[in-house]
């Protein structure tokens, strides 16, 4: 007997292994599809997982046959890791296959293009251009060169980011748990990190340790011109502490690819405290998770996850 294969993701562009899996499976698609899982979930067998939908304990209960989930992310918060152990369910996903990772700048080159943005102000600079206004003077912003980039985690993305940054003529220094000596950057304590730095870019994993780490007691070191920019997961920074600083001024402003939330529905996102500051201010932008959404990204790691499980499946290891 084949196995009930679900996927939330569109797999259509991995001809070759959507091919294989037919063949191996019963695949089935579901795109967009919050209102409606919880009916396809009955008889899974596997499930090959999207960020935007929770596999939370209910989700779990309902997918009662469920023995494995594949995620093409390096991220797991969409993921309750504690019940999918306790439920002995098995997890595959790319957060530590640096070979396949290594080719993935996407999402440094988004946290330059966030900075640019909130930075220069491109963003009410071009409704204003769109009016058919020329205020120039009113957009001013701050060069980067000779500015000091501040990085929060040395890992993979934070070293990509810092070549990006020693592109633009920056200073760069960086805090981490693990005790390296990269050459031409400086590590120095988190704290002198958030006191130093005019742009700060977070490149950590979301864990028991991570979770609210920049809080108020971090971010009113920052200067009061001082940018961060979050490309990570949306609970490291603690929202409440977040939107203080950018109401009362206390920060230059905050870029952010991710917020706490992002699964929630469309009319529950429009009322998110920080999209409903964002809608009034222009001291705060937010993308909704575009880190890693470009064609070598997405198809990239939906294509390695796919063939993990096409090996998977062909040695057998997922018994009834």
């Known amino acids: 007997m084949k196995y009930n294969i679900l996927s939330t993701l569109n797999l259509d562009y991995c001809k070759k292994e959507l091919k294989e899996l037919k063949k191996l499976s019963n695949l089935s698609y579901l795109i967009n599809p919050k209102k409606r899982i919880d009916d396809k979930l009955r008889n899974i067998d596997i499930y090959i997982s999207s960020a935007g939908i929770k596999v939370d304990k209910k989700f779990i209960q309902n997918a009662k046959k469920l023995k494995a989930i594949f995620s093409p992310s390096t991220g797991t918060d969409h993921l309750d890791l504690n019940e999918i152990k306790k439920k002995k369910i098995k997890l595959f996903h ?55 980039f501040g990085i929060l985690g040395y890992g993979r993305l934070g070293k990509i980011s810092s070549n990006i940054a020693r592109g633009f003529g920056m200073k760069i220094i960086a805090n981490d748990i693990k005790k390296i000596k990269p050459k031409n950057v400086k590590m120095v304590s988190i704290k002198t990190l958030f006191k130093k730095s005019d742009f700060i870019s977070i490149h950590i994993h979301l864990n028991n340790k991570t979770e609210g780490l920049v809080n108020k007691d971090l971010l009113q070191l920052m200067k009061k011109t001082a940018m961060i920019v979050n490309t990570s ?53 937010i993308v909704p998770h575009l880190g890693g959404t470009t064609y070598e990204s997405i198809y990239g790691s939906r294509e390695h996850i796919c063939r993990i499980l096409i090996s998977k499946l062909k040695k057998g290891l997922f018994k009834r």
């Open 94 to 148: 790319i957060a530590k296959d640096r070979k396949l990772l290594d080719g993935f700048t996407a999402t440094s080159e988004l946290t330059f293009g966030l900075i640019l943005a909130l930075n220069r102000k491109l963003i009410p600079a071009n409704k204003e251009s769109a009016s058919g206004s020329w205020p120039r003077e009113k957009f001013i912003g701050r060069q980067l060169y000779k500015k000091t």
């Open 233 to 285: 997961r949306g609970k490291i920074i603690n929202e409440k502490h977040l939107l203080y600083s950018l109401k009362n001024k206390k920060i230059g402003g905050a870029a952010l690819d991710v917020i706490d939330g992002e699964w929630l529905s469309k009319d529950q996102l429009k009322n998110h405290r920080l999209i409903k500051y964002e809608k009034q201010n222009d001291n705060l932008l």
